[in-house]
């Protein structure tokens, strides 16, 4: 069984940084993409960011590019998200998800899911 623990939330300040982490159970981490999702209350669960197998491709949310991140770590069966300059409107539980395949997936079509992290930027 795969299991996904993420990490690293809280509440900041806008204008803040946070780095989430999400680390993978079993030995197979490298043939997941990996992404990482958020939902806050009342909204449907949306995209945020994704990571092919090998890390060498990324796509990101337009609401995100060019202040998140995401990055992985193979070795350490990890994938992070870097968040800057943190806005009110990123406020949501944010979950990483998993999915053996070489695409690079956008939707919700992952089969494995953490149990989400909180993220609270204050104004």
């Known amino acids: 069984q795969v299991q996904l623990v993420e990490s690293g939330g809280g509440l900041v300040q806008a204008g803040d940084s946070l780095r989430l982490s999400c680390t993978v159970s079993?030995?197979?981490?490298?043939?997941?993409?990996m992404a990482w999702f958020r939902q806050a209350p009342g909204k449907e669960r949306e995209f945020v960011a994704a990571?092919?197998?090998?890390?060498?491709?990324?796509y990101y949310a337009t609401s995100v590019k060019g202040r998140f991140t995401i990055s992985r770590d193979n070795a350490a069966n990890t994938v992070y998200l870097q968040m800057n300059s943190l806005k009110p409107e990123d406020t949501a539980a944010y979950y990483c998800a998993a999915r053996n395949t070489l695409e690079v997936l956008t939707t919700t079509n992952y089969d494995y899911w953490g149990q989400g992290t909180q993220v609270t930027v204050s104004s």
């Open positions: 079993g030995r197979t981490f490298s043939r997941y993409g």
């Open positions: 990571i092919s197998r090998s890390g060498g491709t990324t």
